[in-house]
């Protein structure tokens, strides 16, 4: 039987000094008890499945969720008695009785032979599964992975595109990220004709939408911040691609109540730590969302200058002047806080524009 699944291969630094000729048997042992401790801690997630048949030092888990096989890895590597590599790979494996089998399943287990007893490692598949949400993490810069035959990875044998997780660290700084702030127009002015009761609903299924559309494109749901949604892309592109895809679908929703969403995107740096992510570009695309009127994306000029990069045609963004955008304490807080800032002059998109295609059709001559 074939499967998709999230395959966590963990391979054990067993630290022993056996007398002559018991090595074999004091392995089989450690290996018996790491697979109890492994039986019992994955009950808190009950779509996983231990495959209680080792390789040398490697035994197999597998997970319906892709996060939580990230999860399960780090769990491992806060155990301080023991030294254990972790990988999680994704994609489709064979089945058989009570073993697993395919080229997902024989990358993971050659990875964790490899690399060392530090963090989760996991592969591009996984980290276009998770969109990067819920942990922080960092590429490797293209490790020099041996193995023995095509395993179905794009590029060179070493340059395999690898992450791995960041818990252990103080802090993880991501580069090269566009970051949109999303806003709900008239929301508490609705709630007090309409009540909340009535207003809730509709938002979550608002957001719902907002943030399946940007799944699907490689976003990353960060959080909530005031009226709207947080959410990071690996290109403004994609950020286009999800915001057109989005309202496409709000368009058709069929319900009393008419909100709009404020939208603006900006290119910057995240500071992410295990619970919690700073940094000045944050503030800067929650400002930014809240002078927008809600028919239209505002844009740094970062962003455009990413944008132009990706086959955006950024010529059809106008620029805007800040006493052109709605009057509001963010205003106030941008004229005293970023005026100056190289992210200035700021630009925008009406989101009829956006509609049409003409920004994002790649054959159009800028």
């Known amino acids: 039987m074939r ?82 590599t972790t990988v999680v790979h994704a994609g489709e494996i064979y089945i058989r009785e009570d073993d697993v089998d395919g080229d997902v399943v024989s990358f993971a287990v050659q990875l964790a032979s490899t690399l060392p007893p530090e963090e989760v490692y996991f592969s591009e598949q996984v980290h276009l599964i998770i969109s990067g949400a819920e942990f922080p993490h960092k590429q490797v810069s293209n490790p020099d992975i041996p193995y023995q035959r095509d395993l179905r990875i794009s590029g060179p044998a070493n340059q395999v595109s690898l992450f791995r997780t960041c818990f252990g660290e103080s802090a993880v700084t991501q580069e090269h990220i566009a970051l949109v702030q999303t806003n709900f127009v008239g929301v508490y002015t609705l709630a007090n004709e309409h009540t909340w009761k009535k207003v809730h609903p509709v938002l979550e299924n608002m957001t719902r939408c907002i943030l399946g559309a940007s799944r699907a494109r490689g976003g990353a749901y960060r959080g909530s911040l005031q009226i709207g949604s947080f959410i990071t892309f ?107 800032e190289p992210f200035v002059p700021l630009y925008a998109v009406p989101f009829l524009r956006l509609f049409d295609g003409s920004i994002l059709d790649i054959t159009k001559e800028k």
């Open 3 to 84: 499967k998709l699944l999230a395959v966590l291969a963990a391979n054990y630094a067993f630290s022993f000094d056996p007398a002559p000729g018991e090595e074999h048997a004091i392995k089989n042992t450690l290996r018996e008890q790491a697979s109890c401790i492994l039986k019992k801690s994955l009950l808190e997630f009950p779509n996983a499945h231990l495959i209680d048949k080792w390789r040398k030092d490697t035994v197999l888990m597998t997970f319906e969720s892709a996060t939580d096989a990230i999860h399960f890895g780090n769990k491992l590597q806060s155990d301080p008695g023991q030294s254990v």
């Open 234 to 340: 690996p290109t403004v592109r994609n950020a286009l691609e999800s915001i057109q895809s989005w309202n496409e679908s709000l368009s058709k929703q069929d319900h009393c109540l008419s909100i709009e969403v404020r939208v603006a995107v900006h290119w910057g740096t995240l500071n992410v730590m295990q619970h919690t992510m700073m940094g000045q570009d944050i503030d800067v695309a929650r400002t930014l969302s809240n002078m927008a009127s809600g028919k239209e994306i505002l844009f740094t000029n970062r962003a455009v200058a990413i944008a132009s990069s990706e086959a955006v045609q950024t010529d059809l963004f106008e620029e805007v002047k800040i006493e052109d955008l709605r009057e509001c304490a963010s205003r106030r807080r941008w004229i005293k806080r970023y005026t100056d």
